[in-house]
Every structure is written in structure tokens, then in C-alpha cells.
T-cell receptor
Framework: EVQLVESGGGLVQPGRSLRLSCAAS????????MHWVRQAPGKGLEWVSG????????GYADSVKGRFTISRDNAKNSLYLQMNSLRAEDTALYYC??????WGGGGAFDIWGQGTMVTVSS | QSALTQPPSASGSPGQSVTISCTGT?????????VSWYQQHPGKAPKLMIY???KRPSGVPDRFSGSKSGNTASLTVSGLQAEDEADYYC???????????FGGGTKLTVL
């Protein structure tokens, strides 16, 4: 079964850091680009970051550039998001999503996890 | 990059057709054939319905179709069914290596 399982969310104070993980199974992980997409409570989807199959191409939304770092470990079938200098506006459900292609620019996400909630509050 | 523009709501009766628009710029929707559409039911993860403007993933009913003209993409749902009631989001590649923008979402109500 094709599956993405996120972990690492929780309650964190403003300015602190958090690292999200996404474990993939059921497909050849290193063939595909991967992305993080978030959804604030009651709001729409926001693309956060993407990484190509070989980590050669990486992109970030303007709202997180310089604070968040995406990475992947193909040997472990895992995707990560290191989030530093967290702000209240980063509060959201963070989804891990599989791209339909390897380079990441097509922006078509055909497999999604169930998400991990990040709450930034003092 | 700004979010793509979608109408906040749309509606139709069972069996009817409804079209949802998604307006961007020449830097995203108008510049590339990489527009996708997602369906999201409450409390659920989004589901890919259309990619590369008009392609349907396996398992998506052919009642769902996509198109694009200039800077505006559209999703048409024909033969509306009760289970089509959901939020719909468009997205587009926006250049700069890897960069994706989403629309604000449209709540589709089946009357």
C-alpha cells in the first residue's frame, strides 16, 4: 500500500525549532520529488517547500525561505522539514505529498499523508 | 508570488454542470501547462483530480475535466453528484526551479 506518514508535530513556543519527518512506503521513493504543504485551521492549502528526487533542486515559499530547510534520505525513504524561528502564523497542519514526477516543478501531488499538526504559541 | 484567485463558492443541482475558475498570471498559470486541481472533503487530505491542465489520474471519474485559456484555468464537474460537495483547490507551477502556488479554494455545494 502506498503510504506517507508524517510525525514530529506538536506545541512549540515562538522562536523555537521543530523537525518534521515523513516516512514513505509502497513506492520507489527515490524516483519522485516530494513536497510539504500546510493548511492553517479553517484556511486553504499553502505550498511550503519541495525537493527533487536527488535533492538537486529545492524550492521554498517566500513565507518560509531562510527559516525552513527541506531534506530527504533516500536510503531511509524519508522526507524532513527543519523549521526554525517559528512564528504564530506557522501554525498549521503540515502534509507530506508525493509529486507525480521526479523534478518537482510540475506541482502535481498524487499521494498525501494525513498531516501532522504544528502549533506555535507561548 | 501571490496566490491564484478562485471564487470562494460555487453551487449546482444534482446532474448539472459547474465550472470553477482559477486566475493567475503569465508567470504561473499562463506560462506553463502545469495546473492541478485538488478535491478536499472536511477532515480529509486533498485528492488530486486533474494535473497538467487536463489530465485525470487513474480512478478519477471523467465527469471531472480541466482546461486553460490564457491566465485562467478551469475545472468543470459534469453530472454533479452529492459526493462532489467539497473544497476544490487549483495549483500551478510558478517557475524558479521548484515553486508552486495554490488558489484560495472554492467550496462547491450540491443543492
Amino acid at each position: 500500500e502506498v503510504q506517507l506518514v508524517e510525525s514530529g508535530g506538536g506545541l512549540v513556543q515562538p522562536g523555537r525549532s521543530l523537525r518534521l519527518s515523513c516516512a514513505a512506503s509502497g513506492f520507489t521513493f527515490d524516483d519522485y520529488a516530494m513536497h510539504w504543504v500546510r493548511q492553517a485551521p479553517g484556511k486553504g492549502l499553502e505550498w511550503v517547500s519541495g525537493i527533487s528526487w536527488n535533492s538537486g533542486s529545492i524550492g521554498y515559499a517566500d513565507s518560509v525561505k531562510g527559516r525552513f530547510t527541506i531534506s530527504r534520505d533516500n536510503a531511509k525513504n524519508s522526507l524532513y522539514l527543519q523549521m526554525n524561528s517559528l512564528r504564530a502564523e506557522d501554525t498549521a497542519l503540515y502534509y507530506c505529498a508525493k509529486d507525480t514526477g521526479g523534478w518537482g516543478g510540475g506541482g502535481a501531488f498524487d499521494i498525501w499523508g494525513q498531516g501532522t499538526m504544528v502549533t506555535v504559541s507561548s | 508570488q501571490s496566490a491564484l484567485t478562485q471564487p470562494p463558492s460555487a453551487s449546482g443541482s444534482p446532474g448539472q454542470s459547474v465550472t470553477i475558475s482559477c486566475t493567475g498570471t503569465s508567470s504561473d498559470v499562463g506560462g506553463y501547462n502545469y495546473v492541478s486541481w485538488y478535491q478536499q472533503h472536511p477532515g480529509k487530505a486533498p485528492k488530486l483530480m486533474i494535473y497538467e491542465v487536463s489530465k485525470r489520474p487513474s480512478g478519477v471519474p471523467d465527469r471531472f475535466s480541466g482546461s486553460k485559456s490564457g491566465n485562467t484555468a478551469s475545472l468543470t464537474v459534469s453530472g454533479l453528484q452529492a459526493e462532489d460537495e467539497a473544497d476544490y483547490y487549483c495549483s500551478s507551477y510558478a517557475g524558479s526551479n521548484i515553486y508552486v502556488v495554490f488558489g484560495g479554494g472554492t467550496k462547491l455545494t450540491v443543492l
